[in-house]
């Protein structure tokens, strides 16, 4: 089955501590991004990247870096998390076909105490 | 900056009815934009692209329309059913092609029976 997957779905931990969230797709895409969904701001981007060892800044990257050393894998790390990094965080990659069409992970929870 | 904006408030219609989403954007003309659907605690599902050339796109029940000089596009879904309610979010492509996206913030709607 074609899918995104990320792990962990849920996480609660405190400030300084790092952390990395794993994101795998089968798909065999180029593009993949990261992003975080707010309420009242809806998604906005993190970082993404059109192929292996190719990234870019998203609209708010700042205490975030990613790495793509592989094309199936797009880890998020957070070198020192901070309260207001507590979010819902989507990994995404995309066809590219006709469509640009984006496939979405599950979704990861995470709680910066 | 760019900005992109949708309802921000629920939109509610009788099943059967069509409804009709805005979204507006600023300071951009984007390669395309796409149409995504959201349900509570999931990622984002991807419904539907228009390019800059494209007046109108039609899938099933779904139809966009794209209008550059009132930067505006608009997202109806006729004979609406209880099934459709979710959110909706528009997301502009700011990089011509190479998938840096900015989402507006989404609108709720709300079909009921």
């Known amino acids: 089955e074609a899918q995104v997957t990320q792990n962990p779905r849920y996480l609660i931990t405190v400030t300084g501590k790092k952390l990395t969230v794993t994101c795998s797709q089968n798909?065999?895409?180029?593009?993949m991004s990261w992003y975080r969904q707010d309420p009242g701001l809806g998604l906005r981007q993190i970082y993404y990247?059109?192929?292996?060892?190719?990234?870019d800044k998203g609209d708010v990257p700042e205490g975030y870096k990613v790495s793509r050393k592989e094309k199936r894998n797009f880890p998020l790390i957070l070198e020192s998390p901070s309260p207001n990094q507590t979010s819902l965080y989507f990994c995404?990659?995309?066809?590219?076909?006709?469509?640009?069409?984006?496939?979405f992970g599950p979704g990861t929870r995470l709680t910066v105490l | 900056s760019q900005k992109i904006e949708q309802n921000s408030e629920a939109l509610n219609i009788q099943e059967g009815k069509t409804a009709t989403l805005t979204c507006n954007y600023t300071?951009?003309?984007?390669?395309?934009l796409q149409w995504y659907r959201q349900d509570p605690g999931r990622g984002p599902v991807f419904l539907l692209l228009?390019?800059?050339?494209?007046k109108e796109k039609r899938k099933e029940r779904l139809k966009v329309t794209f209008d550059t000089t009132l930067k505006q596009s608009l997202f109806h879904i006729t004979a609406s059913q209880p099934a459709d309610s979710a959110t909706y979010l528009c997301?502009?492509?700011?990089?011509?092609?190479?998938?840096?996206?900015?989402f507006g913030a989404g609108t709720r709607l709300a079909v009921h029976p």
């Open positions: 995404a990659s995309t066809s590219s076909g006709s469509h640009n069409e984006q496939f």
């Open positions: 798909m065999n895409h180029e593009y």
């Open positions: 990247s059109m192929n292996v060892e190719v990234t």
């Open positions: 300071n951009y003309s984007p390669a395309y």
């Open positions: 228009i390019r800059e050339n494209e």
């Open positions: 997301a502009l492509d700011l990089s011509g092609g190479y998938n840096k996206l900015i």
